[in-house]
């Protein structure tokens, strides 16, 4: 009976569970939306209960294609600042998850800044001082959820980003669990010594008693904490009838990186999702930056195994085009975008900078806001759709060009993934405003077939990464055009003057 591995990718808009074989091809692949919540501009909020759910039902669906039994490992991948508190007997949710995106701790992030806490925080987390970390998020829940700081530190609450919450529920409750990757996005987790930091849990009043015990990514002894029964972190046997190990946990950006192959400093990746995500790997020691992140890349077997990477996230990629469905109506569907982009020869001087829940990396900028500049009176639906499109592409940019000017190394290739990856003009303005290769995988979903990864080689389904890793197929490579480069340094400047622009709206201004 011919093995397989199972990969839960837990994201932001959906949760999708895939079956991957010894050579990597997909045997299963099942895909669930669950629903967005706004309670108010700039708030986005997940129910955990329908993340639950979805999860649930996602398996039950695979298990109907794939028997539980030829699954030889799990792994899990997720969204990753995202977090919530649930009671730790009943399992019950306290309030819904604060999602990544959300912005209703800016203003605390933006007083703990005068308070002079910013370089301490960064120095300890390789973060900075911002509303898209968990630990702001959790005080909050903390402070304004009815009894919720008098329950957690009689130790009656639990609290985790959302690969805790689906594996405490997979286990039947039994671990309360986080990797490393996924420790290092809260701002409370400290890079030097690999443990939840005591000062930062006093600054953000978050009592340690209710984080996740912190495992390796991959661990060979299937990730179980020290000193716990090895069954604890397997699939429950009461859920599906069948137990299965959880071998690997990892967050998404760090597992498409470790499905990319990025082993080693000069080998970047940029995923294209809700948001997007570049990534370096920076070896065994943290390389810090005063524009992009510094994180967890992956500890393998153990913590002491742990590998870095700087990285440049932007909170809205494919969300743009998201929003341009749903909250404009001018396309039906994501493939739309692109139609539409091919029908005008240029930008036609239209630009769109999306910062709808303010700019991520290299600005930091919460206060900025979402801006369109040069319509005139025939600008259409085309505009906005390749406005939204060249606008994924010069984010994309702003990260190299200071990933470049940290290092001061030369990056000649960038190897892309996820949805919008697959839009083809999308690919080639990337080539074309970066002047180097894009490189295109055979599988878009790297952020599953990384947790797989992980999985696999901690279960020995196969023997080692680069065992892993020479299996991976490129489906295209998109070149540059030639001659482009004035056009490149044109379009690029005006760019940025569309960024200034955009972060000058929410700057004092007087009226006659």
């Not at 970047?268 to 994180?295: A, Q, V, W």
């Not at 991520?360 to 801006?371: K, L, Q, V």
Request: hydrophobic share 40%.
């Amino acid at each position: 009976m011919t093995q397989c591995i199972l990969a839960l990718d837990l994201g932001t808009t959906g949760n999708r569970a895939l079956v991957f074989d010894r050579k990597q091809n997909i045997l299963s692949s099942e895909y669930e939306e669950f629903p967005q919540i706004f309670p108010k501009p700039g708030w986005v909020e997940h129910d955990p209960e329908k993340i639950w759910q979805s999860t649930r039902q996602l398996l039950a669906k695979t298990f109907r294609r794939i028997p539980a039994r030829r699954i030889s490992a799990i792994g899990v991948t997720n969204q990753r600042e995202t977090v919530l508190l649930w009671d730790k007997k009943t399992g019950r949710p306290v309030h819904n998850a604060i999602v990544w995106q959300c912005r209703r701790t800016a203003p605390f992030c933006e007083a703990l800044k005068k308070m002079g806490h910013e370089k301490k925080i960064h120095a300890k987390t390789g973060l900075f001082l911002d509303a898209y970390f968990s630990a702001s998020k959790i005080a909050w829940l903390l402070d304004h959820v009815k009894g919720a700081r008098s329950r957690a530190e009689k130790g009656e609450l639990l609290a985790g980003t959302i690969d805790s919450w689906a594996v405490w529920n997979l286990t039947g409750g039994r671990s309360h669990v986080t990797d490393t990757s996924n420790a290092s996005r809260t701002m409370l987790f400290n890079l030097n010594t690999l443990s939840w930091d005591d000062g930062l849990c006093n600054l953000f009043r978050v009592p340690k008693k209710i984080l996740p015990t912190v495992i390796p990514s991959a661990a060979s002894v299937h990730g179980r904490p020290q000193g716990a029964p090895l069954q604890r972190l397997s699939l429950d046997a009461r859920l599906f009838g069948h137990s299965i190990p959880i071998t690997g946990i990892i967050g998404d950006q760090q597992a498409a990186s470790f499905a990319q192959g990025c082993f080693e400093p000069g080998i970047i990746k940029n995923t294209y999702g809700t948001g997007l995500f570049m990534l370096e790997n920076t070896g065994k020691r943290p390389r810090f930056s005063k524009d992009l992140l510094t994180t967890v890349a992956w500890s393998l077997g153990s913590l002491k195994d742990t590998e870095y990477a700087v990285e440049g996230s932007v909170f809205i990629g494919g969300a743009a085009i998201q929003w341009l469905r749903d909250g404009l109506k001018i396309i039906s569907n994501a493939k739309e975008s692109m139609a539409l982009a091919k029908q005008i020869p240029s930008n036609e001087g239209v630009y769109f900078v999306p910062a709808l829940v303010g700019l991520g990396a290299p600005y930091w900028d919460p206060n900025a806001r979402g801006t369109f500049v040069g319509i005139t009176r025939g600008t259409g639906r085309a505009h906005f759709a390749r406005a939204a499109l060249e606008a994924i592409a010069y984010q994309t940019r702003d990260i190299l060009e200071v990933m470049k000017k940290d290092t001061r190394q030369v990056f000649k290739l960038l190897r892309v993934d996820g949805r919008a990856s697959a839009n083809d003009f999308l690919m080639q303005f990337q080539a074309d405003i970066l002047g180097i290769p894009v490189e295109r995988p055979g599988i878009l979903e790297t952020t599953a077939l990384g947790a797989a990864g992980l999985a696999g080689i901690a279960s020995g389904f196969w023997r080692s990464r680069n065992d892993f890793s020479r299996l991976r197929k490129i489906q295209k490579v998109f070149h540059p055009k030639p001659h482009f480069t004035r056009e490149r340094t044109l379009l690029y400047e005006r760019w940025k003057e569309a960024v200034r622009r955009a972060q000058r709206w929410n700057q004092p201004t007087e009226y006659c």
